[in-house]
């Protein structure tokens, strides 16, 4: 059995490889050649959300699956486009700017399937939202961590980490900061976040990855029972490793805040 950080650092030092696991998944591999051989006929956005496999595929692929029963509000999305003044602009969550961009039917009209941004760049992203959703099947704590590495490097203020649940649950777990905090004033919890985390420090590659240790450690130390076996979509199988880690050692070999 491994634990979380362990578990975390095998798919990420191996993230290449991890994708192309998951994209040759016959499943991954179907969807995604459908997307590619029918997102270029698209037109319209009565077009695209008529097709339900190409509209699921899509708002995947972006983080905003939960949201395919949402027709009327990711269709104002689409509609309003990406303007300063947009619906999708106004929204705290960036994923609906960053869905109206990559689709702006607004700006582009009928050729907004024709672009570059719309082929390889999502099917791309569909593979990396896949393998945090498998990795989270085996530990809920490695897809929280590969959530965040992938989320660090645009993080520019307290409140996207405070409006982001995946996000703020990284940030209390590193910290032990009790759920119940979430019910202080924004502000001052937004002061919190930036007494404890350099957020410039997440653009730094060697010291996110110090960051996430921290967290691995602390998820696996709340939730001992999730040591799991190497996810097959790393290996191709379930392989069981067995590996001694003294977590305390680890975490009192980093400075409280993260700096």
Wanted: no cysteine; aromatic share 10%.
């Amino acid at each position: 059995m491994i634990n979380t950080m362990t578990s975390y650092k095998l798919i990420s030092s191996n993230l290449t490889r991890s994708l192309t696991r998951v994209a040759a998944e016959p499943v991954v591999q179907r969807d995604t050649d459908y997307y590619l051989k029918n997102i270029g006929k698209v037109k319209t956005i009565d077009d695209f959300m008529k097709d339900d496999r190409l509209y699921k595929y899509a708002l995947k692929a972006i983080g905003l699956e939960d949201m395919a029963f949402a027709k009327a509000f990711i269709r104002k999305v689409l509609t309003e486009g990406t303007g300063k003044d947009s619906f999708a602009n106004k929204l705290t969550d960036k994923r609906y700017l960053e869905f109206a961009t990559t689709f702006d039917f607004a700006k582009l009209g009928d050729k907004a399937t024709s672009q570059p941004a719309v082929l390889k760049p999502v099917t791309d992203k569909y593979a990396r939202q896949t393998l945090e959703k498998e990795a989270g099947q085996d530990n809920e704590g490695v897809r929280l961590a590969l959530y965040f590495a992938r989320k660090a490097p645009t993080i520019t203020n307290a409140y996207e980490i405070l409006g982001d649940k995946a996000l703020l649950k990284v940030f209390q777990t590193t910290f032990s900061i009790p759920t119940q905090a979430s019910n202080m004033d924004i502000d001052r919890q937004a002061k919190m976040v930036t007494d404890k985390l350099d957020l410039a420090s997440l653009k730094d590659p060697a010291k996110l990855e110090k960051f996430l240790t921290r967290f691995t450690a602390m998820y696996e130390m709340n939730n001992p029972s999730t040591a799991s076996t190497i996810p097959s979509l790393l290996f191709g199988g379930d392989t069981t490793i067995g590996i001694s880690q003294n977590i305390l050692t680890i975490l009192q070999s980093f400075k409280l805040g993260g700096r």
